[in-house]
Structure formats: structure tokens, C-alpha cells
């Protein structure tokens, strides 16, 4: 008769290599979300951008070339950083499994995978704008977590201590060992990483400035706009509403995570080639007299046709005003803007000088500015892509030259002065559209901010071009709404618009991309009359 064996356990020698290399991935795999769970309740604790996961991808998105960025929100808008987030994990996932098979014949291979992760992810936490040493902190503890887990999982297994010295492979079985042992095991691992991170994340989610904002009480501006004209709006199926509601507002930033800005707490400093350093409150920049406007925004990131262009009535306080406080002199031709996050915006000063309506904003649409657009003070200067003018969570403006300092795009190659180019977009009907003949609207938007529309034509096919309905003029730095009487007769049929700006110029036909300082060309579908 043969040794008896456990209940669950298998003969010595029975267990084959690929059993041992498809243990050694589930080792990988549980230890680095023991690690990352880890990580991430620290960085509940020391702050959102000390996670490993968001400062490797704030990282990322600072590393990637333009033409990944511009793939990145064609393909997936506003989803862009919750794509990267989940590529990320992808990878990881792939590197951890590769290395957790690859270590059951070098059992050190794991714990130098997981110093060379933590080191990543804890140089990725310091070298963020916002951030300083102790934000290496998670990562570093993460990874502590991590290799505890591959030493206490691989002794559950079996397989030989990751302080063997032992250069060959290991054993030809993993003796002792107990599927149902390692599966409790890995039970325990992966309750350990969800818990953790689980708790961390619900404690960053709840660490936002939701209650400040519910507090925020926005004064009534001493320069008010009437109630919006008749005939602004026209009221067109298909077509965007003339003021853009906040959710549907379009969003384009480098924030893996939204700033989470106390409003009590706030502060807003003004300082470089000044006269007279300025340092400023929330309640002082409300006690300031306000100003109310319709100020249409763009990005320059919008292709031609795109949705990344919206309208809204913010309220703020004039930013000419407190430049001329803080006595800026006749050399500094830049205004850095900075972020919560550390993210920077080169202005014209200029530009913010001019007399247009330059603003630092604290309502949008009738209510304290949401979260994730800026809340509690943003920037919003009419006429500029929102690359050189639209800082969200403004906590700095610093006085400097064009030549002095290129803020975060312009690094990246983008041009340092963006006037917003004339456009104009067909809502409805959408391409590829099937129509029945007959009467059939054909309605949009244009835009030349701080220049005006005068003038939207359609053409038909290869036909004349025909001028359009406009709905009324707000101001010249919104949008106009336009109609076109289309009668629609059988067959395919390409639809263009073009618009002309208050100052007579007409949107020019040569396509261009959005790099380096906005897209051009005429926005045209394809429709079926049938």
C-alpha cells in the first residue's frame, strides 16, 4: 500500500511546471493589488495625487506625445483619462503576471519587480507639480505591502523562499501543496487589496469640496445681464441650446482627479514683475464688484465639426482690475496662471488688459462653479482657446515675460498666442442622416468670440452658397444659432456651412488640424434623401 495522503493534497511530484508558473502569476497578480490597496488608502490620507495609479498617470499623460493626446480625445472625449486609467492597470496587470510566473525559477525576480513598481510609482508621486516628498510615501509603503504578500503566499505555496539563494529551479514539485490552503490564501489577498483600497477610495471620493460650494453664496453682480433676448435661441430640434447646461458642458484637462478646494481656505496670489504683491480670499474676491457675461468657450483640441465648444453666463470679478492693483509693469508681456494641481496657462497680458471682458469667474449659469470645472475660481477670457486662458482651480498669477516662461502646452509644442479661429458646425441633421424629401432644417452653431458672427451660408453638393437665418446676437464673444430652409430632394447630398466673423473674414476652406493652434476647414455631412 502507498503513503496516504491529505485530504486536498497532492502526491510530491504530481504538480506540473505549468500549475507552478500559473501560481506564481496568481501570486503576482494578488500582491500587487495587495500593494495598490495599500497604496491607495495612504494616499486617502496624504492626498489624491500621491496614488501610484493617478501620479503614473498624470506622468503619462505629461510624457505622451501630441499625437497620442489628440488620438486619446478623438476616440474617447471626455473619457480619455478613465481610458488611460484602465490602460494602465492593463499593463500592470500583464507585468505583474509576467513577472509572478517568471519568478517561480528565480525566486528574487518578484521582490525586485516590486521595489522597481513602488520606485515608480513613488518618483512618478514626487515629481508632480503639486506634490512633494512625503507623496513617495504609498507607494513606497505600497510596495512594502506587496513583497510581504509574495513571501507569504509563496510559503502557502510551496515554492521556495524569495530569499533563496538557490540559482536553478525550484524543486520539481511544490511539496506540500494544498489547493484549497492557497485558495483561502488568495481569498485573504484579495479581501486585504479590496478592502483597503475599497476604504481608500471611498475616502478620496468623499474628500471633494461638494460642501463648500453647497455654502458658497454668489453676490448679485453690480453689472447684471438682462434675461436672454428673444430669438437668441431658435429653438430648433437637434440644435445646442444656446446656454450650454453645466453637465453637458464640455470638459477637457490634464486632471487624472478633480481638486478638492476648500473655499474657506482658498487663496489667490498675484505676484512676479508687479508693483505690489497681492494675496487674496474667497470672501474678499466676493466682495469685489461682479460682473455678469455670456462668454462662449472653445478648445483647441476641437476638430472641425467637434464638441468640444460650449456657452455659459459666468459671474466674476474683472481680472483688468486687480492687475491694475497690483501695478503691473510695462515689461510683463505674460500672465502664468497655475493650478491646484500644479497645471500652468500663459496669457497675453494684453489680452486680459484689453478691455474685454477678462474674469475671474465664480459662477456658472446661475450657481457656484462646479467641481470639476473649477470650482471655487477660475479663469475664462474671451477670445482665447482655453489652452492660453481658461485656468480651472486658480490658486496663482505671476507677472512674466513671453520669452521668460512657457506654460504646460506651449512645452509641448503648441502656439503661445491662440485667437479663436471662426467656425461654424452642423447639428442637424447628423451625418449620414436618412430624410424624407421635402422641407428639412438644416441648423447649427458659429463662433468667432470676441469678433462676432454676421454671416452662416450653406451649400448644397457642389451648388451656391446660401445664406442662413441667424438667430439674434448676444454679444460677439457667443455663439450664434443659424437655420437654413432646406428643401431636401432624393439622393445623397453633401451638406457645408461657413461663417463669417464681425471683422469680414470667412472661414477659410484649407483643412487644418488642431496642432499646433486650432482646426480649419468646412464642417460637411453626408446625408440620404429618400
Keep these: 500500500m502507498g503513503t496516504p495522503t491529505n485530504v486536498g493534497e497532492e502526491p510530491a511530484g504530481s504538480t506540473t511546471p505549468a500549475a507552478r508558473r500559473s501560481a506564481g502569476a496568481a501570486i503576482g497578480v494578488l500582491a500587487a493589488g495587495v500593494a495598490l490597496g495599500t497604496a491607495e488608502l495612504l494616499g486617502a490620507l496624504f492626498g489624491p495625487g500621491s496614488s501610484p495609479i493617478v501620479a503614473v498617470g498624470g506622468a503619462a499623460v505629461d510624457a505622451?506625445?501630441?499625437?497620442?493626446?489628440?488620438?486619446?480625445?478623438?476616440?474617447f472625449g471626455e473619457q480619455d483619462k478613465m481610458a488611460l486609467l484602465i490602460g494602465i492597470g492593463v499593463v500592470l496587470t500583464i507585468v505583474v503576471t509576467v513577472l509572478g510566473a517568471a519568478s517561480v525559477r528565480r525566486p528574487r525576480l518578484g521582490i525586485v519587480g516590486s521595489v522597481v513598481l513602488g520606485a515608480i510609482g513613488a518618483a512618478a508621486a514626487v515629481t508632480r507639480p503639486s506634490n512633494d516628498v512625503a507623496d513617495a510615501i504609498p507607494s513606497i509603503v505600497g510596495a512594502v505591502a506587496g513583497i510581504a504578500t509574495i513571501r507569504w503566499l509563496r510559503h502557502v505555496s510551496g515554492l521556495p523562499d524569495v530569499t533563496s539563494s538557490h540559482p536553478g529551479p525550484p524543486t520539481p514539485s511544490i511539496r506540500g501543496f494544498d489547493r484549497r490552503r492557497f485558495l483561502r490564501a488568495g481569498a485573504a489577498a484579495v479581501g486585504i487589496g479590496a478592502v483597503s483600497g475599497g476604504i481608500g477610495r471611498l475616502l478620496t471620493s468623499r474628500a471633494d469640496a461638494s460642501a463648500s460650494r453647497a455654502a458658497a453664496t454668489i453676490p448679485s453682480p453690480v453689472d447684471?445681464?438682462?434675461p436672454l433676448s428673444d430669438g437668441a435661441d431658435?429653438?430648433?430640434?437637434?440644435?445646442?441650446?444656446?446656454?450650454?447646461?453645466?453637465?453637458?458642458?464640455?470638459?477637457?484637462?490634464?486632471?487624472?482627479?478633480?481638486?478638492?478646494?476648500?473655499?474657506?481656505t482658498w487663496t489667490l496670489r498675484v505676484h512676479g514683475m508687479v508693483d505690489r504683491?497681492?494675496?487674496?480670499?474667497?470672501?474678499?474676491?466676493?466682495?469685489r464688484p461682479m460682473i455678469e457675461r455670456d462668454i462662449t468657450l472653445a478648445c483647441v483640441s476641437n476638430e472641425v465639426g467637434g464638441p468640444y465648444v460650449g456657452n455659459a453666463r459666468w459671474i466674476g470679478a474683472p481680472l483688468a482690475?486687480?492687475?491694475?492693483e497690483a501695478g503691473v509693469r510695462a515689461e510683463a508681456s505674460q500672465v502664468v496662471s497655475r493650478s491646484a494641481d500644479g497645471f500652468t496657462i500663459g496669457t497675453p497680458t494684453a489680452i486680459t488688459m484689453d478691455g474685454r471682458d477678462a474674469m475671474l469667474a465664480v459662477s456658472m449659469n446661475g450657481e457656484p462653479l462646479p467641481l470639476e470645472h473649477g470650482f471655487p475660481v477660475r479663469m475664462v477670457v474671451p477670445g482665447l482657446y482655453g489652452y492660453v486662458s481658461a485656468t480651472k482651480w486658480l490658486v496663482e498669477l505671476e507677472l512674466t515675460t513671453l520669452d521668460a516662461y512657457d506654460a504646460y502646452w506651449i512645452q509641448r509644442g503648441w502656439a503661445k498666442e491662440a485667437p479663436v479661429k471662426t467656425q461654424s458646425r452642423i447639428d442637424t441633421p447628423t451625418a449620414r442622416a436618412r430624410l424624407a424629401p421635402g422641407p428639412a432644417p438644416v441648423a447649427g452653431v458659429a463662433w468667432a468670440q470676441h469678433r462676432g458672427i454676421e454671416r452662416v451660408e450653406v451649400r448644397v453638393d457642389d451648388g451656391d452658397w446660401e445664406e442662413a437665418e441667424l438667430g439674434a446676437s448676444d454679444t460677439v464673444d457667443t455663439w450664434r444659432q443659424w437655420v437654413y430652409r432646406w428643401d431636401a430632394a432624393p439622393g445623397s447630398h453633401a451638406l457645408a456651412v461657413r461663417a463669417t466673423d464681425g471683422a469680414g473674414e470667412t472661414q477659410t476652406s484649407g483643412l487644418a488640424e488642431p496642432f499646433p493652434d486650432g482646426a480649419t476647414g468646412h464642417h460637411t455631412i453626408l446625408v440620404e434623401v429618400r
Excluded: M
Design 64 to 75: 505622451s506625445p501630441e499625437w497620442l493626446k489628440s488620438f486619446a480625445i478623438r476616440t
Design 277 to 287: 504683491e497681492i494675496t487674496i480670499d474667497y470672501d474678499q474676491l466676493l466682495a
Design 234 to 264: 431658435l429653438d430648433v430640434p437637434g440644435v445646442a441650446p444656446f446656454l450650454t447646461p453645466n453637465p453637458d458642458f464640455y470638459r477637457v484637462d490634464t486632471a487624472l482627479f478633480v481638486p478638492a478646494i476648500d473655499a474657506a
Design 321 to 324: 482690475d486687480l492687475l491694475r
Design 224 to 226: 447684471a445681464l438682462p
